[in-house]
């Protein structure tokens, strides 16, 4: 079957007649008219997960990538298990991840540093409740202040990853969070969602101002840390204290309602 021959044009059809028509025509033309009409799912889970890779590569990069990705699921996509959005959608979060990870060029010592420091703030937290603070963390490792600020401003992006691969491992975690389609999921899914979405807020409630900060300034204003450390008048490298130890907090928090305790 050919546009011709429905007496359509492709952009006038709806995508599961286009699958149904690159099915049995393998019209590559039409696989990327498939992709292409994802461009807003790229850029939507791009912009949820913008701190995996703003350090090193630019949005229209990442769609460029997530096109690749899209085109390729076309061919793998079986329509007869469920919506190709919700199909895609991890595919494309680990393409990005996958692209932070071949950028991160951390030395080994400070990535282990970092996750030292992680688990030493989820055993503290499980034994009191409490988020430590950092002189906590600090003593319990048996290293200085100074020793810990300087990991902690090395760590942004590993705790940024590690944050994702906690999402990205749960099933309470939505494959297209922020979609249109996603909205128009299950009732039981939409109330998992809201309930997730107030979770994530009251987490961030707890956190201290400047934390609050400098989550909002890089996700939601979608400022660089340099421009934070501007309008925070402080240096950069504070701002990457501030913003790992934040995310750091946030992993901490959701990692037990993620895990469904």
């Known amino acids: 079957m050919t546009p011709a021959a429905t007496g359509k044009n492709y952009e006038d059809m709806t995508t599961e007649e286009l699958f149904e028509i690159y099915r049995e025509s393998g019209d590559q033309q039409l ?42 699921a076309v061919d793998k996509f079986d329509p007869e298990r469920g919506r190709f959005e919700v199909y895609v959608a ?7 991840v996958d692209l932070a990870r071949q950028q991160d060029w951390v030395p080994r010592t400070v990535r282990q540093r970092a996750q030292r420091i992680e688990r030493a703030t989820t055993e503290l937290y499980n034994e009191t409740g409490q ?16 020793e810990y600020q300087e990991a902690m401003a090395n760590a942004s992006l590993h705790n940024i990853l590690s944050l994702q691969e906690l999402f990205d491992s749960s099933d309470l975690w939505p494959s297209d969070p922020g979609t249109e389609s996603g909205a128009e999921s299950a009732p039981e899914q939409k109330l998992m969602n809201e309930e997730l979405t107030e979770t994530l807020a ?3 409630s707890t956190m201290k101002e400047n934390e609050q900060l400098v989550l909002s300034l890089y996700y939601e ?31 901490v928090l959701m990692e037990k309602y993620l895990s469904g305790e």
């Open 221 to 251: 204003q979608n400022l660089k840390m340099k421009d934070i450390a501007a309008v925070m008048d402080i240096t950069p490298p504070r701002v990457s204290q501030i913003h790992a130890r934040a995310v750091q907090k946030l992993k």
């Open 31 to 72: 696989k990327w008219e498939i992709a292409m009409r994802y461009t807003g799912l790229i850029k939507s889970i791009a912009l949820q997960i913008r701190g995996v890779f703003c350090s090193f590569t630019q949005l229209d990069d990442i769609i460029n990538e997530g096109l690749i990705v899209l085109a390729e």
């Open 131 to 146: 988020i430590p603070t950092e002189a906590q963390v600090a003593e319990l490792l048996g290293i200085s202040m100074e």
């Open 202 to 204: 009251q987490a961030i």
């Open 90 to 96: 991890k595919r494309i979060r680990g393409m990005i």
